[in-house]
């Protein structure tokens, strides 16, 4: 009987972990995304406070850095700058974009693949502030606590989620041969009717760095 039973409990496991996730509706996605992109202003400035851990090779110790911040975004054009200045006033890094060419000078510790890593970093950025919601295509999925959406193919995939009772994003993933981006979003301050995420917090996983931006908003328009 006891095996009968460790058998059974076995079976209702998997066939809760294989259960396919009900689709989500076309209307409940567009609202979500909606909430999702109207989460930043379309234009704003924002100071900061970043904290960066980095691990230039695996039998180096990590290197933690605080950083003070000051960022520009334009969501509109696609256009921003950050600016990142260690507290006794060295420049840690700087990236931007404009007119669609992206921009970054780094300081730290990097014996290969620098321009790998500066592009990594860049990369890194945009995806706070842009590509919040997923394309039209996109294979949305649904449960109790979050609504989830798939985009892409072998070789890039990217995955949306979202809090099931506010519409919120609360993740960000990208999987591509360049290895793996997670993005996370939380700590929401209220702003313009609305919601911005104040912390930002940023795992390469090809590079070894994380890069947590605890962010202000103090100029914005819509």
């Not at 979500?32 to 039998?59: C, G, I, N, Y």
């Not at 949306?160 to 979003?185: P, Y």
């Amino acid at each position: 009987m006891k095996r009968l039973t460790l058998i059974t409990a076995a079976s209702l496991l998997l066939l809760c972990s294989c259960r396919t996730l009900p689709p989500v509706e076309p209307g409940e996605a567009a609202k979500v995304s909606a909430t999702a992109d109207a989460a930043l202003p379309q234009s704003f400035k924002a100071q900061q406070v970043l904290m960066f851990e980095f691990k230039p090779h695996w039998w180096w110790p990590t290197i933690h850095m605080t950083a003070l911040g000051y960022a520009t975004v334009n969501r509109k054009t696609g256009d921003y700058a950050v600016v990142c200045l260690t507290p006794v006033g060295v420049k840690l890094f700087e990236a931007k974009r404009l007119a669609g060419v992206t921009t970054v000078t780094v300081a730290l510790p990097i014996k290969h693949d620098k321009e790998a890593m500066e592009r990594a970093i860049g990369e890194d950025i945009e995806s706070m502030y842009f590509g919040l919601t997923p394309p039209e295509n996109a294979d949305w999925r649904k449960d109790r606590r979050e609504l989830s959406a798939t985009s892409g193919d072998g070789a890039k995939r990217e995955e949306w989620h979202f809090a099931a009772d506010t519409g919120r994003l609360s993740r960000k993933e990208v999987q591509s041969s360049d290895g793996t981006r997670t993005i996370l979003f939380s700590d929401y301050k209220l702003l313009l009717g609305g919601a911005y995420p104040a912390l930002i917090s940023i795992k390469n996983n090809r590079f070894r760095y994380t890069l947590s931006v605890q962010q202000s908003l103090v100029s914005v328009s819509k």
